[in-house]
């Protein structure tokens, strides 16, 4: 008995400090309240629950396409928090991933969400890479009704694989997931990082670093 209450301290500490998604409601809910957006709290200041709607938990819009006139050959079409403010506090979220043919959704990451994909058309050629030492490389090419995971803040990457468009689902473990797209914040960032820090990082040149940031 007293071991069994020794294990259950001993879980409730490893799940207070290793959630690994947003942690859960103390309410049915607390859809976000747009006139507090400028309260800056972790997550976003309950509307008064009478005032609450169906508005408050719907969005309309994931059967329409995304632009893929782009650089990289997709669009994301996010439906977080600032989608439907009543995602706040549930910890859950979606997106609608449109690919051109042979498009990506260039290497990034969540720094709060796993994420769980499920293709709707097409065929999608999909990775992460797990964190150092390994470094290894997860990939698989999935076609129409296939479902794969990305675990929370894992760098991962998918690219349709054919020549039509092709489209995805994404859920997340988190309202508020973030995307770091690693091109962006390495070579992008404002101000730049200094070019001589990331030739020696990346062993190059600096001018190959002053390329790639012009882009
Ligand atoms: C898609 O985006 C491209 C590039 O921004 C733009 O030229 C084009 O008009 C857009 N197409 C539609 C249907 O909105």
Known sequence: MASQLLLL?????ISSIALASDPSSLQDFCVADPKTLDILVNGVVCKDSKLVDANDFFFSGLHLAGNTSNAVGSHVTPVNVAQISGLNTLGISIARIDYAP??????HTHPRASE?????EGSLKVGFVTSNPENRHITKVLQKGDVFVFPVGLVHYQQNVGYGNAVAIAALSSQNPGVITITNV??????DISADILAKAFQVDENAVYNFQSK
């Open 102 to 107: 042979w498009g990506i959704n260039p290497t």
């Open 9 to 13: 301290a001993f879980l409730a500490i």
């Open 186 to 191: 390495v070579f992008g960032s404002k101000p």
């Open 116 to 120: 769980i994909l499920t293709v709707l």
